[in-house]
């Protein structure tokens, strides 16, 4: 397999030198950056998904509305539908795409908003939440027709860009130099006793410059709750068998922390952001049928749970019990209060 992606890589070149003309002519102003004057924070990536984008712009969001008027941009991706959507609470997946639904139910008085191109959906989203006065950008770092204030970019602890290559071979979106747009450079998924040491590897690794800022997140999972019924928690044990239900691009911190929680795991894996369909769910009803522990239980991520509210009707009747997975980030005391008061210094210098 290792050697057969090694045969796209005239493909991979031919992208690569796309995307070079195309961040040329942005740098040499060819192409123009809109630029706003109020603070905008972009979160994002060079990796095609895996890096827990959405944990770190929840992460944002609960740290920053105790302060500001926070609303979340995205472009909504795999929603069945064009142009720019001011989500609502009832708006599905389908209409503003999985991450946005997420922030709308978890975090309900934050506006959110989908558009493609973002330059023109910014106006319109002010025009919806005229009190907001910081703007997340959600995977925004190839989004290079808005020029952001302050740019997050999220690299994978298992899997950082320098080790990997530009798509179809990879899964680099660009090259590894892009890495100089961003101020902050969070590694994500680290191990929580991380050391100083490695993490001075790391940065000699990363090769920071001027005064980029890099920091280290680790993940936390929280008590999972039964999907339709939030209040219903379950606590994770050895005397719990569980049946895996993903499609996210990287569900292996995911499987490792239940294997090391539960009696026995089944995995049912898809590509990311599938949209599960009703074979779909007859194959996990089979499955759970056919799986014989008696204390079984199916387990799921928040993000794969807005897909899953599209049966809901066909998982009412099923009874199924689905129990949706919550996770967290976080960061060490230190580079917790550092990186929040980064953050939050250049909001307050930026607000008109």
């Not at 908003?113 to 319109?124: D, K």
């Not at 001027?210 to 939030?230: E, G, M, V, W």
């Not at 949706?324 to 976080?330: F, Q, S, T, Y």
């Amino acid at each position: 397999m290792r050697y057969l992606r090694w045969l796209l890589l005239p493909f991979a070149i031919l992208y690569g030198i796309i995307v070079l003309i195309r961040n040329g002519l942005y740098d040499l102003k060819i192409f123009k950056s809109t630029h706003f004057d109020f603070p905008i924070i972009a979160v994002g990536n060079l990796s095609a998904g895996g890096t827990g984008k959405t944990p770190h712009v929840e992460y944002l969001i609960k740290f920053l509305r105790e302060e500001f008027n926070v609303a979340i941009l995205s472009r909504g991706y795999k929603r069945k539908t064009n142009g720019y959507r001011f989500a609502q609470e009832n708006s599905d997946v389908k209409e503003i795409g999985d991450e946005p639904r997420i922030y709308k139910v978890k975090y309900p008085e934050i506006p959110v908003a989908v558009g493609e191109n973002r330059s023109l959906a910014i106006p319109q989203l002010l025009t919806d939440a005229p009190m907001t006065n910081v703007v997340l950008l959600d995977d925004a770092f190839q989004h290079r027709q808005i020029q952001p204030g302050l740019s997050i970019l999220l690299t994978d602890y298992n899997n950082r860009f320098t080790s990997d290559f530009l798509l179809p071979v990879g899964y680099l979106r660009e090259f590894t130099n892009a890495r100089k747009r961003a101020e902050i450079i969070v590694v994500t998924k680290c191990p929580p006793s991380l050391s100083r040491h490695q993490k001075d590897e790391i940065i000699a690794e990363l090769k920071p410059v001027n005064n980029q800022q890099i920091f280290f997140s680790y993940l936390k999972y929280a008590t999972p709750y039964r999907l339709f019924y939030p209040n219903q928690k379950l606590i994770m044990d050895e005397h719990i068998d569980v049946i895996l239900l993903t499609g996210i691009a990287n569900p292996k911190p995911l499987v490792k922390y239940l294997k090391h929680k539960v009696n026995s795991l089944i995995l049912h894996d898809y590509s990311d952001h599938h949209y599960f369909s009703e074979r779909d769910m007859e194959q996990l009803k089979k499955t759970y049928d056919n799986y014989a522990p008696t204390n079984k239980i199916i387990v799921t991520t928040e993000k794969d749970a807005t897909r899953l509210e599209l049966h809901a009707e066909w998982l009412h009747k099923s009874k199924l019990p689905i129990f949706c997975m919550p996770v967290e980030i976080d960061f060490n005391e230190s580079e917790k209060r550092q990186f929040n008061q980064l953050v939050t210094s250049y909001i307050t210098s930026n607000l008109p």
